[in-house]
């Protein structure tokens, strides 16, 4: 019940537009990157569809080659960077503090920051579409492809819009390091973080050490672009091979970025819904971290075909290889926890377990690409594209929903309708391994990759058929979820502060949704499932005093102030100094004016 | 503890502060930058096509006396820091307005190599030493750039009548940890660029 | 803030803000330390001690680096986690930075191969060609980075070139009968053509440390000498002969 919050008194306004733009509280921030990352996520649905549309048949003539270019570019930024990332940055946002015991992250008001520059640079990104052009080169934009002499101003667009989207995630990444490293409460070990949480931290120091990789490869791209130079352009004596590399060490980083949060988030699910606790915690924190230290050694495993040399391919072709028994750790973990668990199966269960499934096959189709003579087979055929989305639908996309369902109840007081859960559930996987499976086959016989048609006769006619309709079928499990969505925020807030009734971390705890202030009393850790521990030792939490004051950060408009410096910044680059110059100004305004605020 | 957040941190898990967590995890960050760009340098050496080249354009008695400057304000740093830990504020505004005045001598420093090698037909687009080169150190520049923002503005704020607080000594700490990671940084450059032979 | 929070809530622990133990003449003292390992790099790298020139100013730079960051950074005194999040992201920069510079170094190798070859069909062939004439003078040829170091004249006839690398990485020798300036020859593609130039004696790649000769008649007239693995030319590697 939401009763906590109506007795608490809490300083600064909470309705209306400018509360929430310029709020700086975690769970407001997670919900606006919530759905405006559900608003991405849709929109490279639609990209998705355009192009399974274009494949149905031999011979397609809905969209051009050109756009049918940009479109599986766009696809691709717009499922990476504007949606699951954003939306593991939603959970986040909303749980770090909630899981770990604290009223807010580190620093509110450079929460707010990330938001802001994530919708800048996502913005910048999109308005691609309508002022020439979106990026056609590619996500990973391989020079000589993205370079001047043979990509338009789209890739502009590009390197603006990635770098804003990766401030906006190094500072996103800084504040949660922080946080989590410094904000547990009593009691709240390392070892005993929530396996959520861990993963957010692996995330975060994923973020911190691989983006500045790519940044450098972005600046460098860009002043191939604008300013003459020639670090990827061969002719003059520049190697576009730099930049597959520079790329790859930021680029397989974050493959676990998109992947881990989804690891979070079963962990927290399947425990709950087993009613058991995690089976062996530590080998499971143990793995994460070894996937993220590993995952800095292989990046050349997408470059195989490159002409490393021997060395280097044994070197990279055995990394890979060992990265995935961490994996397979996870994964015999999770299977683990279910066995012999009272399980209920909820919808959130349901995504869940089909994690375990679908994640293990795209997973086992990487390992195959780690020896290297497949990979040169399977190299930009459709094997590829059916493995990642094996991985990030399967693996990221199932995971996320999982959670949504999951945390719902504690995000709104409402639940979500189970029935109609469990259909989106069912759509979505069978319409994603109708999309994604004959994909293999497709691939094994030779389709390749980014071709924008296919002509009849060559055997490729049928699956492609069968992809496209599954995709379909994905879209109607999406429209499913947006009427679920619908139907649920027209009821009453009434969960309970434990919705499940079978909460084992500290979000369950307090109310539904949770008060600004997150917890009346700070609570005391014992154990790695402290509400398990507190019933089982018949703990209950100490009672709020009466007359209680708890300050929370004010509002402040200085991050939208900044976040609007950065987009005049980004705005500037690609049409003339004097807007760049401006931004300058705004943000060092904002600096000033930040520092200066009192927050007390 | 949310609000200990934003006023001075008087708890947290680890005895350390947030803010210098932050900073230092930051730094962490940034060596990854630094290093991409010095990557980028030693990918490119020896790979010109055409010159000038850097044996030939490279001034190491003017860069030896710049990297002096550059140490010695480090050292500016850690008194201003030492005056403002122990509550001699004056003792923090020399040392502070003597550190960014020996940043702006080294930006002044590089401004004028920057010209010379212009003038002597090296730039950006001359060849790959000219990119690499000038991106690598006006990329550190940018960095000192904002290292003399930051210390003059708290170098400003220190003359407000509160001064800067009863935190003086942890902001200029944290300024002074960035402002010693630009220094370090150039100490590798120094070395890798100019010292070793091409 | 914690003044707000009006009963015994659990606490964190404190913020610790211990001061070094260290005081301004400490800090001067390590300023002049600094400079005077700035000032050994300076010394060191003019001294041509070229065999252990980089080794030791990349230790020199270290010292220095570790001086700052423990004491002016105070990682010294401060917390432990401090240092090994710092270590961390520095260590990890290096590993790459040292693991992109061997792949390309891996790279230029297997892209000089053809060259590598083609340069041991050419020279084998002078070689059998100048085999035939009998040798009247050696010449002394020494290359390095970058750099052909050679006598200024010889005399016409038969002459065998003793060339060694000096260098760190590998080299070759081409001479070619050239009235051009030494550092005027037609260059394609990174490399002096060969085509448009007269090469009358040339080695395969010696590697560094290694060395090699060829034989070649020579007329008289203006000769250079030059290194042709890809852009080594333009970086310095020629030097004129002139043969009487």
Known sequence: MATAAGTMPVVGSHTGLWSWLTTVDHKRIGTLYGVTAMLFFMMGGVEALLIRTQLAVPNGTVVEAQLFN???????????????????????????????????????????????????????????????????????????????????????????GLLALGLSSLIAALNFAVTIINMRAPGMTMMRLPVFIWMTLIVAFLLILSLPVLTVALIELLFDRKFETNFFIADNGGNPILWQHLFWVFGHPEVYILILPAFGIISEVLPVFSRKPLFGYSAVVFAGISIAVLGFAVWSHHMFTTGLGTVPQIVFSASTMAIAVPTGVKIFNWLGTMFGGSIRFTTAMYFAVSVIALFTIGGITGVMHAVVPVDTQQQDTYFIVAHLHYVLFGGAIMGIFSGIYYWFPKMTGRFLGEGLGKVQFWLFFVGMNLTFFPMHFLGVAGMPRRIYTYDDGLGWGMWNMVASIGSYIIALGMLVFVVNFLLSMRKPATAANDAWGLGATLEWSTSSPPPEHDFDVIPVVHDRDPLWYNRDHGITPEAPPAHQHIHMPPPSYYPLVMGGGVLLLGVGVLSHLAVTALGVVIIIYAAWAWTLEPTD | MAAAAHGPTHHSSTGIDNRKLLMWIFLASECLFFGSLISTYLIFKGQSLVGPFPDEILDIPVTSASTFVLLMSSLSMVLAVYGAEHGRPRMMKLWLLVTVLLGLIFLGFQVYEFRTFGHEGLNLTTNQFGASFFVLTGFHGTHVGVGVLILASLLLASFRRSGLGPEAGFHVEVAGLYWHFVDIVWIVIFTVLYLIPQ | MTSDMAHGEAQLPEVQHKLPAIGPRQYVMIGVILTIITAIELWVSYSGLDAIIIPVLLVLSAVKFAVVVAFFMHLRFDSKMLTRLFVFGLALASAILVALTALFWNDSTISQTPVQEAAAGSGGGEAAAGGAAAVQAEVAVALGEFFVTVAAETSAGGV?????????????????????????????????????????????????????????????????????????????????????
């Open chain 1, 70 to 160: 940009q479109l599986f570019t766009m696809h691709a930024l717009t499922m990476i960077f504007l949606a699951i990332m954003p939306l593991g940055a939603a959970f986040f946002n909303w749980f770090v503090p909630l899981m770990i015991g604290a009223r807010d992250v580190a620093f509110p008001r450079l929460n707010a920051l990330s938001y802001w520059v994530f919708l800048a640079g996502g913005l910048l990104l999109v308005s691609s579409f309508v002022f020439g052009g979106a990026p056609d080169a590619g996500w990973f934009a391989y020079t000589p492809l993205s370079d001047k002499n043979h990509a338009g101003s789209g890739m502009d667009f590009y390197v603006i």
């Open chain 3, 160 to 244: 065998q070139f003793n060339v060694a690398n000096e260098g760190a990485i590998p080299h070759n020798l081409r001479v070619a009968r050239s009235d051009l300036a030494p550092d005027a020859l037609p260059v394609a593609a990174g490399i002096v053509d060969e085509a448009q130039v007269d090469v009358v004696a040339s080695t395969v790649d010696v590697a560094a440390g290694a060395s090699d000769s060829a034989t070649a008649t020579l007329e008289a007239g203006a000769y250079v000498l030059f290194c042709n693995v890809p852009g080594h030319y333009q970086l310095g590697m020629h030097a004129p002969l002139t043969v009487r």
